[in-house]
């Protein structure tokens, strides 16, 4: 009889030392479970909310945000790659690259040194790079007027042909992309060429091809 209770008694026991690890097994399931999703989310990525996000439309990253500098309707996108120049005009048709042409006033071949885009009269010109303004000509008698602008390094802008901006200041500091004036009509040495930006750089005082810094004709 005693032998029976024991074993009766051994067979409760290991009925609820079954019971107990199923219960285990169940409770580090659900717990399993409950951490995996609750952090799906990182699982899968950051929030779209993130503004970290690449995804985030509102991340300056994100190549569809308009201010992002590549997002080719950004108007303040720059054009010469890391250089961050940008357009004097917004039209990038150039009629006459930095070159050896002829020039059709003089009826003679000679190196062009600048770079003509296309334009009409009343076309806004802007500044191609932060700098301040040294020097403003708006009364020539031959129709050389002119816009220069320095630049860090030694660099200067020079926008020909042009009409300045009544509250441009020599001195005045500008932004790229802030308005310096307006195309007028051609004079001087490419009078003959209609009207039209003549843009030049110099380094250092010497002129330099504008499209190093600009880079926007095919190599």
Do not use: W
Not at 190 to 216: C, Q, S, W
């Amino acid at each position: 009889m005693k032998e029976e209770n024991k074993k009766s008694k051994k067979k409760v026991l290991l009925y609820y030392l079954i019971l107990a690890a199923c219960l285990l097994v169940i409770a580090a399931v659900t717990v399993t479970v409950i951490f995996t999703v609750g952090n799906k989310g990182q699982l899968t990525g950051p929030s779209i909310d993130n503004p970290d996000n690449p995804d985030n439309p509102d991340n300056p990253d994100n190549p569809d945000n308009p201010d992002n500098p590549d997002n080719p309707d950004n108007p303040d996108k720059p054009t010469g790659g890391e250089t961050g120049y940008g357009l004097p005009v917004k039209s990038a048709v150039v009629s006459v690259a930095y070159e050896f042409a002829y020039d059709e006033t003089l009826d003679r071949y000679a190196v062009h040194q600048g770079m003509d885009f296309e334009g009409k009269a009343g076309d806004e010109v802007y500044s191609v790079l932060e700098g301040t303004v040294t020097e403003i000509v708006n009364d020539s008698l031959i129709g050389e007027n002119y816009v220069k602008v320095k630049h860090a390094n030694n660099i200067v802008s020079i926008y020909k042909y042009i009409t300045a901006a009544e509250n441009l200041k020599v001195g005045q500091t500008v932004k790229r992309g802030d308005v310096l004036g307006a195309i007028a009509e051609a004079g001087g040495m490419e009078m003959n060429r209609g009207e039209h930006l003549h843009f030049m750089m110099t380094v250092n005082g010497k002129t330099a091809d504008p499209d190093i810094y600009l880079d926007i004709l095919e190599k």
